[in-house]
């Protein structure tokens, strides 16, 4: 997993990243058997947006995340849930016992890992039969506003490759093939993004691949961005066209 990729931006990755639609867990939760008595692994889980979600159903959560700015957000964020456990480790080896887990969930992270090294990991620690959900927030690329925003990132962020990391969406059904094992489900849900400035603003600066203060041509960057922004702009608000797509199944 690329634990540095997210250096510093606990805080505007927490504050400016959307969750994710409620139909979306609710589906999870009857798709997987999901109820409290159950344990899920939230893996590479960052700040804690969907832990935070699935922490609200009530259903013990172990928040695995190797970047200690964006563990920090979340371990005070939930500080004081009891139902929430935070671990300090990677997708690839998460320190969770054998067999412990009813579900695990990757939310805009699956990109990052080591694919074959990661199913391994949850053969060894989901429950017999137990699911593993991968999950993306992912721009409509139809959209001018999302064509025009990734140009920018083109223009100015040396490792922009696309959006969640080149992941393309709706992603293709057999692009988890050599993944899940007999199957998986593809269930796509809308999830359009109303934002102000600041918030398509911020949501850019969230990027892994975006720009910081220091960088040379931040002023730059920042400029057009503001710029697209006044563009789409309608009574002081753009709505980017999105969608959440998630892929369950057994691996």
Known sequence: MNEGKFDGKGNIYAKFRPTYPREFIEYLFVKAQINEQSVIADIGSGTGILTGQLLEKGTRV??????SDMRRVAEENFRKNLLFTSAAASAEHTTLPERSVDLITVAQAFHWFDRDAFREECRRILKQGAYAALVWNSRDENSALVAENDRINRKYCPAFKGFSGGTRGPAADDDFHDFFTGGHEKKIFPNNLLFDQSGFIGRNLSASYSLKEEDEQYGAYVTDLEALFEKHAV???????N???SFTGRV
Not at 235 to 241: A, K, W
């Open 235 to 241: 009574n002081g608000t753009v709505t980017m066209p």
């Open 243 to 245: 969608f959440t797509q």
């Open 62 to 67: 172990f928040a695995v995340e190797p970047n």
